[in-house]
């Protein structure tokens, strides 16, 4: 096993400690079990994800579809940003303005 050291405020300390004796567990168990669980609910979404069959098919063929044409979005993208229009506007550092 491994020591994993924290840094806690002493307010920190005293919730986990009165969170771990209301579970009736040791801090050390209460807080690995905590963030184990938090752990896992953060990786589930990133590892794996089911779905009924039909869900599965309709998944699939969206990702082998060809990409659809968007030309709304297409011609968005070719217009200057309004970044790029703010720096066009202002003057130059040297120029009259």
């Known amino acids: 096993m491994k020591v ?12 986990l400690q009165r969170a771990a004796a209301a579970a009736q567990r040791s801090v050390t168990d209460f807080v690995l079990e905590s963030a184990l669980a938090s752990a896992a609910e953060t990786l589930a979404d990133r590892q794996n994800f089911q779905l009924v069959p039909e869900r599965w098919e309709a998944f699939v063929s969206a990702l082998v579809a060809p990409p ?8 968005l ?21």
């Not at 994993?4 to 919730?15: E, F, I, N, Y």
């Not at 993208?77 to 303005?97: C, D, H, Y």
């Open 68 to 75: 659809q044409a968007h030309p709304r979005l297409a011609r």
């Open 77 to 97: 993208l070719q217009e200057p940003s309004v970044i790029e229009v703010g720096v066009a506007a202002k003057p130059t550092a040297g120029g009259a303005g």
């Open 4 to 15: 994993v050291p924290l840094r806690l405020t002493p307010g920190a300390k005293q919730s």
